[in-house]
């Protein structure tokens, strides 16, 4: 007989703005995707309508009925709790709080549903089928306008009692630093992230640096992003150069602090950030082996992420995934 765990699962990636679903083959693959407005100023009502959507469209538009995938796996904004499939009181999901997201999806669709956070989605989906694939032990940095992350050992995700395992990006890398949003100073987040990049380049143009970049903006720092400061490194300038060689410095000091912690065979660097190439691993790199422990860091492989945008929704089926493979032997013991 053929095996539940042979047929494609549904990925989730909720987002504050997208919500995208995937069918997605039990060896990692895409068969179909879908996108829509996740229109959170609607409420939660109309949220959760907009994701049973997505997903019936996907289901459509992959030909697949529900007695055909294996469940659904759902990446969405924390805190919430993976053991009651709560979402709790996320900050880019304005007016939600303590809502059962798991189970409005499984009274939908009454297949297996599985609920957790969409750093450890991301996180998942490149142990699954990116850059981590086949290694138990790794950790992955995800830089985007914070820096969100997920720690995967003996080849499971690490939550913690509270679900809050793996924020990587809240770690102090400066005791006396930048304000975090968490209420933190000197969080690696305040440095590396996209935020975090437009601010140390605005300090340094005020405090009288020569750039391109300020031509690129036209005078106006508002409009600067850390796009235009990358793009302004592929045009040679100094100053781009030195804020990313600053920035793959910072991060590798988050690195060093996780390197000697954990002791993980691999660390993936995800986000746009990573098209800095050699101009952000290099110094990373540097860092962590002039910071951490020589044994550990000669193990940790840093590497870039290699699902870019996919990797939260394939992550997603992933977990359900795994989910059902631990639960199975199981349920035949009990057969
Ligand atoms: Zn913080």
Known sequence: MQSHLDQPAIGVDLGGTNIVCAAVMAEARIIEKHKRPTEVPKGVEQVVANIKQCIHEVLRKA??????????????PGPLNTRTGIVINPANLHGWHNVPLRKMIEDEFH???VLDN????????EKWAGAGKGVDNLVVFTLGTGVGGGIIMDGKLLHGPDDTAGEVGHCTIDYNGYQCKCGNRGCLETYVSATGIVRRTIEAIRQGRDTIINKMVEGDLNRLTSKIVYEALEQGDALACEIFEETGRLLGVGIANIVNTLNPEMIVISGGVIQAGEHLFRPTREEVRRRAFEEPTRTAKIVPAQLGGDAGVIG??????QHLTLKTPTQKNHG
């Open 316 to 321: 997603a089926a992933g977990i359900l995934v």
């Open 111 to 113: 297949v297996p549903v």
């Open 118 to 125: 969409d750093a450890n989605a991301a996180a998942y989906g």
């Open 63 to 76: 030909h697949l009925s529900l007695e055909q995938i294996s469940g659904i796996g759902i990446g969405s």
